[in-house]
């Protein structure tokens, strides 16, 4: 299967990659990050540890590595509406926190919606412009209070 597009040529603009480092232990990372989430109007209706399971399940020696699905309602429906119903299968809106040394954590985001867009989900265009300008304002906010 080929895309019709080279993804290496993406700027990380296009698909909302996001990320910053946080100088902290892991644990108070994941704090933080759900802290400014719900400041900005997400909510975390889904969280897990794909670390734990994988140390657990396979025995992979992962360093800690942690996953908050963070979603706007508001936001997810007008998107469900503007996709006839397909985004879901992108949902929800991750930001993920790994360790990357004792005390470095790393927060990575990429726009669901932007992604959506680029795989050519979108029904309503207008829409969906709007609908990635609201919520790339949400995240900024986020990677914002985080880099304070």
């Not at 909302?16 to 802290?35: C, P």
């Not at 699905?69 to 503007?82: H, I, Q, S, T, V």
Request: net charge negative; aromatic share 6%.
């Amino acid at each position: 299967m080929s895309i019709p597009f080279d993804p290496h040529e993406l700027d990380p603009e296009e698909y909302g990659e996001t990320q910053t480092t946080l100088e902290t232990d892991h644990e108070s990372a994941i704090e933080r990050v759900r802290e400014v989430c719900l400041d900005a109007g997400f909510g975390i209706p889904v969280e897990f540890s794909p670390s734990e399971m994988l140390n657990e399940k396979v025995d992979a020696d992962r360093d800690p590595y942690y996953v908050l699905g963070a979603c706007n309602p508001a936001m997810a429906d007008r998107a469900l509406d503007a996709t006839d119903g397909r985004i879901g299968g992108l949902f929800p809106c991750n930001m993920v926190i790994w360790e990357t040394a004792p005390g470095e954590q790393v927060v990575y985001h990429i726009s669901i919606m932007k992604t959506a867009r680029l795989l050519g989900l979108p029904t309503d265009d207008e829409e969906m412009d709007a609908i990635i300008a609201d919520t790339g304002e949400m995240v900024d906010a986020v990677f914002a209070e985080l880099e304070e």
